[in-house]
Nanobody, 121 residues
Framework: QLQASGGGLVQAGGSLRLSCAVS????????MGWFRQAPGKEREFVAT????????DYADSVKGRFTISRDNAKNTVYLQMNSLKPEDTAVYYC????????????????WGQGTLVTVSS
């Protein structure tokens, strides 16, 4: 089970840190990621991190502003979001699956419930 938290209302230029707590099983060998879905839009990829934390990937729209990290001892994945823009407004979802190539080649099997991030201008 994945439990996302940390969303909220923030002004443009501000920061938020999202957390995704894993319970019920260990995801230490899973690729973990964040996706988001803005109102009226399809869900889109934001970032991923390999199980070791040694490799990360980001959508072009968030590169340089967002940082994904994980703490396997705490079974938690984080998304630090800086320099937020109104277009970052969305429901953010964490996801996980086995991905030997370090990328999601199919839709991940495990999803959190989502946390809403609203960025005001």
């Amino acid at each position: 089970q994945l439990q996302a938290s940390g969303g909220g209302l923030v002004q443009a230029g501000g920061s938020l840190r999202l957390s995704c707590a894993v319970s019920g099983r260990t995801f230490s060998h899973y690729l973990m990621g964040w996706f988001r879905q803005a109102p009226g839009k399809e869900r889109e990829f934001v970032a991923t991190i390999t199980w070791s934390g040694g490799s990360t990937d980001y959508a072009d729209s968030v590169k340089g502003r967002f940082t994904i990290s994980r703490d396997n001892a705490k079974n938690t994945v984080y998304l630090q979001m800086n320099s937020l823009k109104p277009e970052d407004t969305a429901v953010y979802y964490c996801a996980a699956d086995l991905a030997p190539r370090g990328v999601f080649t199919t839709i991940p099997r495990y999803w959190g419930q989502g946390t809403l991030v609203t960025v005001s201008s």
